[in-house]
């Protein structure tokens, strides 16, 4: 009897460690198709969908955070590690995502373990789909890319040192771009970045965008052509535009005989993307970046 009793506590107490104790995050397998809707709808009122299997890159984030996720291959006991963020190339490869946003991962704990955040992002284009919450039940993911709607795309930049990087966004025809800003999240001091379209192209200007933008600060550094004091007036300091997106005159906030005030200025031009000019987003790091990384946000409207 006694030898029973002995039985019985000991279950219990198993029973109450397994069930009082941490949950102890687990390894998710997740899986999605991505499809891209351009306004069309079917017959029957629901959305009308191409499914992408080629030119998509996503990174994988920790929920509602900024922490890059470690990734390995879906379904893979090896554990094979995958890079984050997912390249197109391992996208479209039948061995590692198979033309799906695929992969294996212990998510970061928060307020649920079974999430991750993801940002996917169709190349061709540059249109970006920000999804909160991504778990391993859902399997389909929407792009909108909808023409003469404006549109907020991004992606991920990373260290640059005096070299032109390609982001592998390629603007479509007709494009009109709004807008361009950086967004810092680890900072580099001392150092700048310029963003434009790929300088071996037609037309193609590295520092169209934007110009010598310092990423000595966290978050979202803001143009340095704004209104100065002077010591003769006020006046528009160099700006961190681009000639593709800004014209500028710098001012100097004196006065010249003859010449009258400097106060110079600047006029917001936008900037469209031709059929056969220059596409292609690029960034540039100064000589001697060697951490900073962040993201290139755009915004733009595909004209028809």
């Not at 009308?48 to 890059?68: E, I, Q």
């Not at 799906?100 to 996917?120: A, C, G, H, N």
């Not at 934007?210 to 003769?232: K, L, Y």
Request: net charge negative; with cysteine; glycine share 10%.
């Amino acid at each position: 009897m006694f030898k029973k009793l002995l039985i019985i506590m000991a279950v219990v107490a198993l029973v109450f460690t397994f069930t009082v104790a941490p949950a102890r995050a687990e390894m998710q397998d997740m899986w999605a198709y991505v499809y891209k809707w351009t306004g069309a709808m079917n017959a029957n009122g629901t959305l009308k969908l191409t499914r992408l299997t080629t030119g998509v890159t996503f990174k994988v984030l920790a929920l509602d955070s900024d922490t890059a996720e470690t990734l390995y291959y879906y379904n893979n006991d090896a554990y094979t590690s995958l890079t984050n963020p997912v390249t197109t190339t391992s996208f479209e490869s039948a061995t590692i995502c198979n033309d799906q946003v695929s992969f294996r991962v212990d998510p970061t704990d928060s307020t649920d373990d079974r999430y991750v955040d993801l940002i996917v992002v169709d190349s061709t284009g540059g249109y970006t789909l920000y999804y909160e919450g991504f778990d391993k039940h859902t399997h389909a993911l929407i792009i909108d890319e909808r023409p003469n709607v404006l549109h907020h795309g991004c992606i991920w930049f990373a260290v640059s040192s005096n070299a032109e990087t390609d982001t592998g966004i390629d603007f479509t025809a007709d494009t009109y771009v709004h807008d361009v800003r950086l967004e810092v999240v680890t900072v580099d001091a001392g150092e700048t970045y310029d963003v434009g379209l790929l300088s071996s192209e037609s037309g193609g200007d590295a520092d169209g965008y934007r110009d010598g933008v310092s990423v000595a600060t966290a978050g979202f550094p803001t143009d340095t052509g704004i209104i100065t004091a002077g010591t003769s007036c006020d006046y528009y300091a160099v700006t961190t535009y681009g000639a593709l997106l800004v014209t500028a005159i710098t001012g100097t906030g004196a006065y010249a005989s003859g010449t009258g005030f400097d106060n110079g200025g600047k006029s917001y031009i936008g900037h469209i993307v031709a059929g056969a000019s220059a596409c292609s987003l690029t960034y540039t790091g100064s000589a001697g970046t060697d951490t900073a990384v962040g993201y290139i946000h755009f915004w733009f409207t595909r004209m028809r």
